[in-house]
């Protein structure tokens, strides 16, 4: 019995630590189905076994995405996961026993982050996580940037609304576009948006909100479907898809939707079935994870069959090894699959694959393919990867607890010429003519060791035009492509150089505080204290600022700097030049409300800095103008009261054409 007990315990154990990547990481490791599996077995073997089950079981409690750096929320009502099937089976099952007769609404399983708006007499007071179910993280300064949430309801009402923040497909491809596609998926990254520490960063990306739940404290509504009638008045975000059937008829129903699901712009993971009735809801009650009235059913992965060929590695500029396997060619959601990750000897272990194996891939959260299932393990047996960097042959380690295996030599011929790679990238210095080919090519040459070396390659023309591939006019292209790169913004550079944590984000954050110059930076790094005042920047955590501190104090980092600054490079922040024209002289404008030509709103603000004008963020007696956008709140009021000059967005736009500013 204690094998049982210890299989219990490990199983418990493996269902937090997924729930933990995705609620609180929001990068989750396996798909949602392997999840739903384990979270099966464990509530299987707790039936079978009740003594042994642990009161704090995950079974017992819902996937927690508290994030201990947001002030908690007590939740005013209690917000329950629902119970998931992948089967129609156990659907019919349920709905047989629940009441063929009875009224059932069936809406899309929309697959972001799961809200609560808090609405008193109308206006929004918090937006909180779901967190435990009982306690969530207050998210409200977040929620405020979402531009479909009203802040202000039509009426006065007093409602607790349930909706999933999510990102559109279109959005999310051109976000991750000018990120070099660096987000793996909407939903990881509407859900990691919403813990944001610094909301302005949030209004840069495009959220969206869909609601689908109200409860009123103080009212009788006997039905969800007048629910929803009283949300969609209220301007609340209501699908237009939710439809209402008899429970007999939710098969034919599903099959329609089912068919839909392809054509949708964002993502879903399956359908909600709710009953309709509120009374007959609370007849049947809930279980302390899910309500006894609704079940999600949850449409399969596109996984498809096929055998591996090979396995090989990537190593990244970071020296971190990524495992593939070069799969026979599928087609999958409308691309040809020829590579599916590994992601790391871990993962690889839970599968047991190796080369020859018959497998299942999948297009997990429909980008990235990666190897889901093994059908037959094939005769090579459990792939090991290898001790040594495939490139350089230094022995690989683990960095901190990391499951993947890194190739700690900075001079790694492989990091080296990823480092080069995507320093031209797009994204990056954008430097023409330097494509990936190009890059791979001038290093294995010889022509280039890093990126410093880019800013002497014009030394070596007449050699260059010698090389395959590469006429005259080519090489011209690129000399003038690395000539132009040294016109490119410090916050451009800097996070074209690469170095841990210093991505774009954290760059823009620098800027924003002050850090506008290198040298400021190095400084900072190199001072007495250095971890104090940079740990008081909003959006900067402790890993942040300890990966700050050791590059700007690392020699080779301080080298290269130094180098690429005589090179021409640069490493201040362009100061943004105000205008000499000065109309909004002596004027103080606040502003409220969404735009439908600024947004974020501060776009706004910014015109009339820029043309003389101060802004300030709360309407006072010194404030000259309050630009009123749709749905403003309670400034509104107060410019009333105070006599300010009240501009809504077409007068403003009236204003800018007169004085002949175009947007
Ligand atoms: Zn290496």
């Given at each position: 019995m204690d094998e049982i007990r210890k299989k219990m315990q490990k199983l418990e154990e493996k269902v937090r630590h997924h729930q933990y990547l995705y609620y609180v990481k929001n990068s989750p490791e396996i798909s949602d189905m392997e999840f739903d599996q384990l979270f099966k077995e464990l509530q299987k073997l707790e039936e079978a076994n009740p003594g042994y089950s642990s009161p704090n079981s995950p079974t017992k409690v819902v996937g927690s995405d508290l994030d201990n750096r947001f002030e908690k929320f007590t939740h005013k009502i209690p917000v329950l996961s629902l119970e998931n099937t992948y089967n129609i089976a156990e659907l019919n099952e349920w709905i047989q026993k629940t009441g063929i007769e009875h009224k059932y609404s069936i809406e899309w399983k929309i697959d972001g982050a799961s809200i609560v708006l808090y609405y008193e007499k109308g206006e929004l007071t918090k937006g909180v996580?779901?967190?435990?179910?009982?306690?969530?993280?207050?998210?409200?300064?977040?929620?405020?940037?979402?531009?479909?949430?009203?802040?202000?309801?039509?009426?006065?009402?007093?409602?607790?609304?349930?909706?999933e923040v999510y990102m559109g497909f279109q959005d999310f491809e051109k976000l991750n576009e000018s990120f070099g596609g660096k987000f793996a998926n909407p939903r990881n990254l509407a859900a990691g948006t919403i813990k944001y520490k610094n909301s302005i960063q949030v209004t840069k990306r495009p959220l969206k909100i869909f609601t689908y739940d109200g409860y009123i404290p103080e009212g009788k509504v006997s039905k969800n479907s007048d629910m929803l009638e009283i949300m969609k008045k209220n301007l609340l975000p209501v699908s237009e898809d939710i439809c209402f059937a008899k429970g007999k008829d939710i098969p034919d129903v599903i099959a329609d939707f089912q068919k839909k699901k392809d054509a949708l712009d964002y993502p879903v993971d399956g359908l909600v079935i709710k009953l309709d009735d509120i009374s007959l809801r609370t007849k049947l009650g809930t279980?302390?994870?899910?309500?006894?009235?609704?079940?999600?059913?949850?449409?399969?992965?596109?996984?498809?069959?096929?055998?591996?060929?090979?396995?090989?590695?990537?190593?990244?500029?970071?020296?971190?090894?990524?495992?593939?396997?070069?799969?026979?060619?599928?087609?999958?959601?409308?691309?040809?699959?020829?590579?599916?990750?590994?992601?790391?000897?871990?993962?690889?272990?839970?599968?047991?694959?190796?080369?020859?194996?018959?497998?299942?891939?999948?297009?997990?959260?429909?980008?990235?393919p990666a190897v889901e299932k093994v059908i037959e393990p094939g005769p090579s047996g459990v792939?090991?990867?290898?001790?040594?960097?495939?490139?350089?042959?230094?022995?690989?380690?683990?960095?901190?607890?990391?499951?993947?295996?890194?190739?700690?030599?900075?001079?790694?011929?492989?990091?080296?010429?990823?480092?080069?790679?995507?320093?031209?990238?797009?994204?990056?210095?954008?430097?023409?003519?330097?494509?990936?080919?190009?890059?791979?090519?001038?290093?294995?040459?010889?022509?280039?060791?890093?990126?410093?070396?880019?800013?002497?390659?014009?030394?070596?023309?007449?050699?260059?035009?010698?090389?395959?591939?590469?006429?005259?006019?080519?090489?011209?292209?690129?000399?003038?492509?690395?000539?132009?790169?040294?016109q490119k913004d410090f916050k451009v550079v800097l996070p074209s150089l690469g170095l841990s944590e210093v991505g774009h984000k954290v760059t823009e954050i620098l800027i924003e505080n002050g850090f506008d110059d290198i040298d400021k930076i190095i400084e900072q790094a190199k001072s007495e204290n250095p971890m104090e005042s940079l740990l008081e920047i909003h959006g900067l955590g402790p890993r942040t600022v300890d990966s700050l501190i050791k590059n700007f104090t690392d020699k080779d980092v301080l080298k290269t700097i130094e180098k690429l600054k005589k090179a021409g490079l640069k490493f201040k922040a362009q100061v943004v030049k105000k205008s000499d024209f000065k109309p909004f002289e002596n004027q103080s404008w606040c502003v409220t409300g969404s735009f439908e030509n600024f947004q974020p709103r501060d776009k706004a603000l910014e015109i009339i800095t820029h043309y003389g004008g101060k802004k300030v963020s709360s309407v006072?007696?010194?404030?000259?103008?309050?630009?009123?956008?749709?749905?403003?709140?309670?400034?509104?009021?107060?410019?009333?009261?105070?006599?300010?000059?009240?501009?809504?967005?077409?007068?403003?736009?009236?204003?800018?054409?007169?004085?002949?500013?175009?947007?």
């Open positions: 996580t779901r967190g435990t179910g009982g306690v969530g993280d207050d998210v409200t300064e977040n929620i405020r940037t979402i531009k479909n949430i009203p802040l202000k309801l039509k009426e006065p009402l007093t409602i607790y609304v349930r909706g279980t302390s994870h899910s309500p006894r009235w609704a079940r999600a059913f949850k449409f399969d992965a596109i996984m498809k069959e096929t055998t591996i060929i090979n396995i090989d590695f990537a190593v990244g500029r970071t020296g971190k090894i990524t495992p593939r396997a070069n799969v026979e060619p599928i087609q999958l959601a409308g691309t040809t699959v020829k590579y599916a990750t590994l992601h790391n000897q871990d993962y690889i272990n839970e599968l047991g694959v190796g080369i020859g194996a018959k497998v299942k891939v999948a297009k997990r959260g429909e980008i990235i792939f090991q990867l290898p001790q040594d960097c495939p490139a350089c042959k230094t022995k690989l380690v683990k960095v901190d607890d990391s499951v993947d295996l890194f190739c700690p030599n900075k001079k790694c011929p492989d990091r080296e010429k990823n480092s080069l790679i995507f320093f031209c990238q797009k994204k990056q210095m954008d430097i023409e003519g330097l494509g990936e080919k190009q890059v791979a090519l001038l290093y294995d040459k010889k022509f280039i060791r890093s990126v410093v070396d880019l800013y002497d390659l014009y030394k070596k023309k007449d050699e260059l035009m010698e090389l395959e591939g590469f006429g005259k006019k080519s090489v011209e292209i690129i000399l003038k492509g690395i000539e132009d790169s040294k006072s007696s010194k404030t000259t103008h309050l630009l009123a956008g749709e749905a403003g709140g309670s400034k509104i009021k107060k410019a009333k009261e105070l006599g300010v000059q009240i501009v809504n967005e077409k007068e403003f736009l009236e204003m800018l054409k007169e004085y002949g500013i175009t947007l």
